[in-house]
Structure formats: C-alpha cells, structure tokens
C-alpha cells in the first residue's frame, strides 16, 4: 500500500510540474515583445495594426507568440512559406483574442496555397448524397486546420478598408467553433446576454437576407445571407475593417461584438 501512495504521488507531482512548466513557458511567451524586424513586418502586411492603441499593440506581441509556438504552417502546391506570411497569419489570428481570455487551443495546422483551390464539398438531402467540387479562397475546419489562399489573404490585409479579409473571417470561424460548433454563436464574453446576442443577430440577419434578395447593398458582404455562421464572420470582417459603418448602419451588431471582443475599433485613429 505505500508503494502504491507513492507511486501516485509521484505521478500527481509529474503532472503538477508539467502543468507549472507548461504555464510557465505560456506566460513567458505572452510577456514577451516581439522584435523590431517583426514588428515591421506586420506593419507592412497589415496595415490595420497600425491603427492600434499601444496598450492593446503590447498584448498583440504576447498573443502573436504564443500563436507562432503552437501553430505549424504548412505550403502546399509548392508554396514556400515565409516569415512574412505567418507573421501576417498570426497577427490578425491574435487580432481577434487579443482581450480575450480563450483561445485556439486546439489549432495546430495552418495549409497556406499559393490562390483560390479547390475544396469538394458534399451534401446530404435525405437518402441522396452529392458531392461537387467548388473553389475556394479559404476554410475553416472544426478544431482546425485553416486553409488559406495567400494571394487572397495578402490582398485582404493590405486594403485594410474594403470590409473583405479571408483571414479574419476563416479565424472567426474558428473563434466560432470554441462553443462547439460553428453556428453564429461564439462563446460570449462575461456580462453579455445570450438572449440579447440572439435577438441582435437574428433581426440583423433577417434583415440582410432581405436586403440581399431585393437588391439592396449593405455595409455587410451578400455572402453573410448564405447563413448565420457567414453572417457572424462577414460582419467579424467589417467590425475590424470598416467599423465606422457598420457602427453607424448596424449599431446594435456593432454593440454586440464590441463586448465580444472586448474592443472599440472604431475609435481607433
């Protein structure tokens, strides 16, 4: 019996001391500036960080390394990934948790192609099964990966005022998905309701889909009526981009992801 107690007790302090060494190295990460060469970069690729407060630009830094230790980027059709290209990934990744508590945890893998590719896509309605192949200029996985056109992820980040941003809105899927399931309904932030969240966003939608079938422009992208997950990352991508409009169009979504992600970007210069 004592050899059993301390067997166990030798397996609790492994697992403690894994767990503090874990924290440890997390919490150095998340202290930690980025260099000046990185911060150039991501100056260059993404200009929306400039716009930044410096208090939020400092947490960004931490954030951004501890994407950059735990995500592994992958080329494929021959691409050759960059530094360039995973600090642009990442920043705006980081962007949208930056004053948040939960993260990616579970995302490891980042596919990068060097444009659109192609994604087969398949559908069930009752017994029949169809299966068509469409193109594609990002993807969202449940618990990863992330698939990324470059060419479309550069060009989004670098108009940093049209309102359209592939990675933006493939993270906020992802973002999505840490409730367990992409749906429209992200894990909320203390203080917000779900049923104010749902009646905003379920008015906002309704709205948009009508405004789409009559015609109508909207400050939102037409992709966002296909359904509520797309309208919650569309309007992830205006937030940060065009948040002024959407502010002033859609005041109340505005609200709602302001308190989401703990951030104003509309008062940023």
Not at 47 to 61: F, H, Q, V
Not at 127 to 141: A, F, H, L, P, Q
Not at 190 to 200: C, D, I, L, M
Request: aromatic share 10%.
């Amino acid at each position: 019996m004592l050899i059993f107690f301390s067997v166990l007790l030798l397996v609790i302090g492994f697992f403690a001391y894994r767990h503090w060494s874990k924290t440890q190295a997390r919490n150095a990460l998340l202290a930690a500036p980025l260099s000046d060469h990185q911060r150039r970069v991501i100056d260059a690729q993404v200009p929306l960080i400039r716009r930044l407060p410096k208090d939020l630009r400092a947490k960004l830094d931490g954030k951004v390394n501890l994407f950059l230790d735990q995500v592994r980027f992958f080329g494929c059709d021959g691409l050759d990934v960059t530094e360039d290209m995973e600090l642009a990934i990442a920043v705006q990744a980081s962007l949208l948790l930056v004053n948040r508590d939960i993260w990616y945890d579970n995302l490891t893998t980042i596919l990068i192609y060097p444009t659109a590719f192609k994604s087969r896509q398949r559908r069930q309605d009752g017994y029949v099964i169809s299966e068509k192949e469409i193109v594609r200029t990002g993807e969202s996985w449940d618990r990863g990966p992330v698939i990324l056109s470059w060419t479309h992820s550069q060009q989004g980040a670098l108009n940093d005022r049209d309102g359209q941003n592939v990675v933006l809105h493939e993270f906020a899927h992802q973002v999505d998905d840490l409730s367990g399931g992409t749906n429209g309904v992200p894990i909320l932030n203390n203080g917000q309701s779900f049923a104010e969240w749902e009646r905003v966003f379920l008015t906002a939608y309704d709205a948009h889909v009508s405004a789409v079938e009559h015609g109508r422009h909207t400050v939102i992208d037409p992709y966002g009526a296909t359904g509520h997950e797309e309208f919650f990352a569309v309007s992830v991508e205006v937030f940060f981009e065009r948040p002024v409009a959407l502010k002033s169009e859609a005041p109340e979504v505005y609200e709602q992801l302001a308190k989401l992600f703990q951030l104003d970007p509309a008062s940023w210069a």
